[in-house]
């Protein structure tokens, strides 16, 4: 099959050349992919015009409802995917997690984007700052999407999980991509391109796929856009430096394949729960997807007493390990994605064997299941051992992208930590411990020098996602050699792909803008209580001012007695001295509770419950005799998704502000009512 990129709404074969694509497994020719003939400049141009504009005029619950039925979709085609993924020398386990654990991301950037962003096209960020000593001036920060586009430069080892888990966070932020997969396994992020395509859920221009050479592509990235690449420090290093991104200040994120490391603690000896867990999550780490993970474990850390051990379990375990054919049955692992990468893995093996032994592994493998050893491109599973980690550093520097994986002894917490450390940055490191001040230390001296440590053992093992699992809600990146990025992280990953900016004015005009309630804005006040109204019919800034209340002594003790809160500056005293209470206080519970008791319209209307309470400050004690009073404010409105047989709803957020004679706010609070439409 001939490969083809999807570019200016239609499909397109390369018009010469490209690159030949094979079979991992037999060496059999697939077909070519070729972007000759294709001008990267219109492309992109393309995705910013047409893409990103339709996406920008979506708000973030469309744009993340929009990823849910994609996801649903790509989900009823997850069998034909993994028939191609199989070709790239996937087992099914293998092929799970990309496929799956890609289209896993467009689930939760769809929850994110509903459950935790605005029903608008722009978000805000923090609180308002009141700048003017009288509140006349303020300002709110906010983000709004990037005119650009996002470039996607991605590697060879997961085509669809590469793909889904970046696209899942531009499109939630509503920025329109240009994919450009790796070539050497672009058929199969093809294959899912074509059914994102075919849906037509997302808006024409959202996606749009490279298949074969981008060379030349950052010649026309501009400093609206956002450029991320998956793969190699070195090429990283190089596409950092290319002159347009430099001379533009061209944003540029970078997940780099890292040096990571696993550290067996003191505690986990051989025999016990924990040291089982360690050798079974290493092992697992060198096999999955044959080694070819950015996250996988290449620099096996343990205590210097504890060597020979882990050496016969983990060599005990790997010999288990049956190469062949990831969809014959018996096979636990395929070969590598090209003949290319097995060559280039072979070679890493044997500059890490100048200064490290061989323990076992090291060559194509045999025995090899319905694969051919000299066509595929196989290694087998290869554990070395450094003897003096700190005067033989190749470990720390050098990767061998596959099965491969090197002992490394330390003799005290302080080797560990810095062991760790010797790698210039991972994507992820792991404790494997029960000792939780062993764990506390490592954690906190090595975080500098990790974007994601797990510490893992016993108690955890059976539900923990493993070491090498980047997750959505979790930044995936890291410093130094890892690439100094970020990717995902829930909610810190849609920022990137939008600017923040700080805009100032008076509060009223800022209340219009953001469309939430700032400080100091002006507030509109009509015969009609707020909760009397629908919640279509609110407006932010509508107010209530409340009737007054006088505390009592008796409101105090009878507070005291239904809540059993018989804190002694409510009820005695006597114990006052040396307090910062000049009397006996009411509860700040009971101050709140009155308050509603004061602002809420008793009838049944359009409010239909109390939602939560997001922010409450006590700011000013009230003594007895007080007299409060209540502004409730119309602060903010967030549409609410509702099932079938639900009542169509918001949530409305109030500003609950309580003062007293004097006119000073002794209670403010956000609380969230239930209204419906």
């Given at each position: 099959m001939n490969v083809e990129s999807y570019i200016l709404g239609k499909w397109h074969m390369g018009e010469s050349g490209g690159s030949d694509l094979f079979n991992a497994t037999t060496g059999d020719l697939i077909g070519k992919?070729?972007?000759?003939?294709?001008?990267?400049?219109?492309?992109?141009?393309?995705?910013r015009s047409v893409g990103s504009k339709k996406l920008r005029s979506m708000t973030?619950?469309?744009?993340?409802?929009?990823?849910?039925a994609l996801a649903m979709h790509l989900m009823e085609k997850k069998e034909e995917f993994y028939k191609i993924s199989a070709l790239s020398g996937?087992?099914?386990?293998?092929?799970?997690?990309?496929?799956?654990?890609?289209?896993?991301?467009?689930?939760?950037?769809?929850?994110?984007?509903?459950?935790?962003?605005?029903?608008?096209?722009?978000?805000?960020?923090?609180?308002?700052?009141?700048?003017?000593?009288?509140?006349?001036?303020?300002?709110?920060?906010?983000?709004?999407?990037?005119?650009?586009?996002?470039?996607?430069?991605?590697?060879?080892?997961?085509?669809?999980?590469?793909?889904?888990?970046?696209?899942?966070?531009?499109?939630?932020?509503?920025?329109?991509?240009?994919?450009?997969?790796?070539?050497?396994t672009c058929y199969?992020?093809?294959?899912?391109?074509?059914?994102?395509?075919?849906?037509?859920?997302?808006?024409?221009?959202?996606?749009?796929?490279?298949?074969?050479?981008?060379?030349?592509?950052?010649?026309?990235?501009?400093?609206?856009?956002?450029?991320?690449?998956?793969?190699?420090?070195?090429?990283?290093?190089?596409?950092?430096?290319?002159?347009?991104?430099?001379?533009?200040?061209?944003?540029?994120?970078?997940?780099?394949?890292?040096?990571?490391?696993?550290?067996?603690?003191?505690?986990?000896?051989?025999?016990?729960?924990?040291?089982?867990?360690?050798?079974?999550?290493?092992?697992?780490?060198?096999?999955?997807?044959?080694?070819?993970?950015?996250?996988?474990?290449?620099?096996?850390?343990?205590?210097?007493?504890?060597?020979?051990?882990?050496?016969?379990?983990?060599?005990?375990?790997l010999e288990k390990t049956t190469l062949g054919n990831p969809l014959a049955e018996g096979v636990r692992m395929g070969p590598l994605a090209s003949k290319a990468q097995q060559t280039e893995v072979l070679e890493k093996i044997m500059e890490l064997r100048k200064s490290c032994e061989l323990l076992v592994g090291g060559t194509t493998g045999e025995n090899i299941i319905d694969g051919s050893a000299d066509k595929g491109a196989f290694v087998a599973p290869t554990l070395l051992y450094c003897d003096s980690p700190f005067e033989k550093t190749d470990i720390h520097s050098v990767e061998a992208f596959g099965p491969v994986s090197t002992i490394i002894p330390y003799k005290n917490t302080d080797e560990a930590i810095e062991l760790s450390h010797m790698g210039k940055g991972s994507l992820v490191s792991s404790i494997v411990t029960s000792d939780s001040n062993f764990a506390t230390e490592v954690v906190i001296e090595t975080a500098s020098s990790h974007g994601r440590i797990l510490v893992l053992n016993e108690s955890c093992s059976k539900e923990s996602t493993g070491h090498g699992s980047p997750l959505p809600g979790l930044v995936h990146g890291g410093p130094g050699r890892a690439g100094g990025g970020e990717e995902m992280g829930g909610i810190r990953g849609i920022y990137h792909y939008m600017q923040r900016t700080a805009v100032q004015g008076h509060p009223t005009m800022l209340t219009k803008i953001t469309n939430k309630f700032i400080p100091g804005a002006e507030r509109v006040e009509s015969g009609i209580h707020p909760f009397r109204k629908n919640f279509g019919q609110l407006q932010i800034g509508d107010t209530y001012t409340t009737h007054k209340r006088t505390i009592t002594e008796a409101d105090i003790v009878n507070f005291a007695n239904i809540s059993w809160d018989h804190f002694y500056a409510h009820t005695d005293e006597t114990s006052l001295d040396g307090s910062f209470f000049e009397g006996r206080v009411a509860h700040g519970y009971f101050i709140i509770s009155a308050a509603a008791g004061l602002f809420v319209s008793p009838k049944k209307?359009?409010?239909?419950?109390?939602?939560?309470?997001?922010?409450?400050?006590?700011?000013?004690?009230?003594?007895?005799?007080?007299?409060?009073?209540?502004?409730l404010t119309c602060k903010e409105k967030v549409d609410q998704e509702v099932k079938e047989d639900e009542i169509p709803?918001?949530?409305?957020?109030?500003?609950?502000?309580?003062?007293?004679?004097?006119?000073?706010?002794?209670?403010?609070?956000?609380?969230?009512?239930?209204v419906a439409k």
């Open positions: 992919a070729s972007t000759a003939g294709i001008d990267f400049g219109e492309v992109l141009d393309y995705s973030f619950h469309e744009r993340a409802r929009a990823l849910k996937a087992t099914r386990v293998d092929s799970w997690i990309d496929i799956e654990g890609g289209i896993g991301n467009l689930f939760t950037y769809s929850s994110i984007g509903r459950r935790q962003m605005p029903d608008q096209t722009f978000c805000l960020d923090g609180a308002p700052d009141t700048i003017s000593r009288k509140g006349g001036f303020s300002a709110q920060h906010i983000y709004v999407p990037k005119k650009g586009c996002a470039v996607h430069i991605n590697a060879f080892n997961f085509p669809v999980w590469g793909m889904l888990e970046k696209i899942a966070v531009n499109i939630v932020a509503g920025v329109a991509a240009v994919v450009k997969p790796a070539t050497v199969l992020t093809e294959v899912v391109v074509r059914e994102i395509i075919k849906s037509k859920i997302l808006p024409e221009g959202s996606v749009q796929l490279l298949c074969g050479s981008a060379n030349g592509i950052l010649d026309h990235v501009t400093s609206s856009d956002v450029v991320t690449f998956t793969g190699s420090a070195s090429t990283a290093n190089m596409l950092k430096s290319h002159k347009n991104v430099m001379e533009n200040n061209i944003p540029f994120n970078v997940e780099a394949d890292s040096l990571n490391c696993s550290i067996l603690g003191p505690d986990a000896a051989p025999g016990t729960a924990d040291f089982d867990i360690f050798i079974k999550e290493v092992s697992r780490e060198m096999t999955v997807k044959a080694g070819q993970k950015c996250t996988a474990i290449r620099r096996t850390i343990v205590p210097a007493d504890y060597v020979e051990d882990v050496q016969k379990a983990l060599i005990k375990r209307g359009p409010v239909l419950a109390n939602y939560g309470l997001d922010e409450l400050r006590f700011i000013k004690p009230v003594y007895v005799g007080a007299t409060i009073g209540v502004k709803r918001g949530v409305v957020k109030w500003q609950v502000d309580v003062t007293d004679e004097t006119g000073e706010t002794v209670a403010l609070a956000t609380i969230l009512t239930l």
